[in-house]
């Protein structure tokens, strides 16, 4: 398996102002997704994070309001823009094809976002 | 489109009962399985996969056999303790393309002393 660490683990925000999640993996990793558990529901997938070129974003998510980056093999970011009430969620990572070849996803343990 | 049915919860059980999480799925081909277990405050942590049929994952003392006869992947456990408690997500991961998971809705248990 991968060990995945999150910064910040939680957070409370204001409306209107963005916020960084960064997502660090102790080993080179091909996929890196990003999902949003909103309260007591389950993950929704919002993006594959793409090593070298612009993110897959899935259907009802947008890169302007969650701008993500993939520097290299081992990190990336997520940013939730022009942040609502709504945004409140926790936000994972996953890291998938750990070891090479499989094709099991391991998660971050996430970031708690509370927006005021 | 692939989907991922769990029963809903709460399940409420005393310690040492015996434990069943039904889940079932729809997909094209032939997905790998599995169950991941979120305990209080923290995030996912894979508890077991399956990746064809009649394959069965097991660990910390739960099972789950992957049935392409009735598209089923139910979560077993012979005797349920009180740190078991948690919420358990069922999902699907295609084997071709591309690999996005597909989640149930997640089964919350209770396991009182």
């Known amino acids: 398996s991968a060990v995945i660490s999150q910064k910040p683990s939680r957070d409370i925000c204001q409306r209107g102002t963005s916020l960084t999640i960064q997502c660090q993996v102790d080993?080179?990793?091909?996929?890196m997704f990003w999902y949003r558990q909103q309260p007591g529901q389950s993950l929704t997938l919002i993006a594959t994070?793409?090593?070298?070129?612009?993110?897959?974003?899935e259907s009802g998510f947008v890169i302007d309001k969650f701008p993500i980056s993939r520097p290299n093999l081992t990190f990336s970011t997520l940013t939730v823009s022009n942040m609502s009430p709504e945004d409140s969620s926790i936000y994972l990572c996953s890291v998938g094809g750990v070891p090479v070849g499989t094709d099991t996803q391991y998660f971050g343990p996430g970031t708690r976002l509370t927006v005021l | 489109g692939n989907s991922v049915t769990q029963m809903e919860g709460p399940v409420t059980l005393s310690e040492e009962a015996f434990l069943t999480i039904n889940c079932t799925y729809t997909?094209?081909?032939?997905?790998?399985l599995f169950w991941y277990v979120q305990y209080p405050g923290e995030g996912l942590q894979l508890l077991l996969k399956?990746?064809?049929?009649?394959d069965k994952g097991s660990n910390k003392g739960f099972e789950a056999t992957y049935r392409k006869e009735t598209t089923s992947f139910h979560l077993e456990k012979g005797s349920v303790q009180v740190s078991d408690s948690a919420v358990y997500f069922c999902a699907l991961l295609r084997n071709t393309g591309f690999q996005k998971l597909v989640f149930g809705t997640g089964t919350r248990l209770l396991v009182s002393p």
């Open positions: 997909a094209t081909g032939y997905p790998s």
């Open positions: 080993s080179q990793v091909t996929m």
């Open positions: 399956a990746t064809k049929a009649d």
């Open positions: 994070a793409n090593q070298g070129s612009e993110a897959t974003y």
